[in-house]
Nanobody, 123 residues
């Protein structure tokens, strides 16, 4: 079992920044790939970014490349998503999940999910 708790969401103006955190706990919570997804109102959940267990490999949605950075602190068992140059279209509930690989981008292939944190970007 793995428990995931997201935090760091909020309201920010376009062009601003936020850092999301995903704290993992429980058996088998270490040495796993962590994937960030987001779901905007009325839209399907989409892949945003992923990181492998060591932090040495990452994967990004094309529209966030260069603006978002995923990283992890394995001593704290926490994964971060630094989001810069935010746009109104980044508004969504952001979820972190445990996946078999940082290359997996389909939400249906995730094993565990957090409850999400809301990010609202105003124009």
């Amino acid at each position: 079992q793995v428990q995931l708790v997201e935090s760091g969401g909020g309201l920010v103006q376009a062009g601003g920044s936020l850092r999301l955190s995903c704290a993992a706990s429980g058996r088998n919570s270490r040495n796993v790939a962590i994937i960030w997804f987001r779901q905007a109102p009325g839209k399907e959940r989409e892949f945003v970014a992923a990181i492998n267990w060591s932090g040495g490999s990452t994967n990004y949605l094309g529209s966030v490349k260069g603006r978002f950075t995923i990283s992890r602190d394995n001593a704290k068992n926490t994964v971060y998503l630094q989001m810069n140059s935010l746009k109104p279209e980044d508004t969504a509930v952001y979820y972190c999940a445990v996946g078999g690989s940082y290359l997996y981008t389909e939400s249906t292939s995730m094993a565990y999910w957090g409850k999400g944190t809301l990010v609202t970007v105003s124009s």
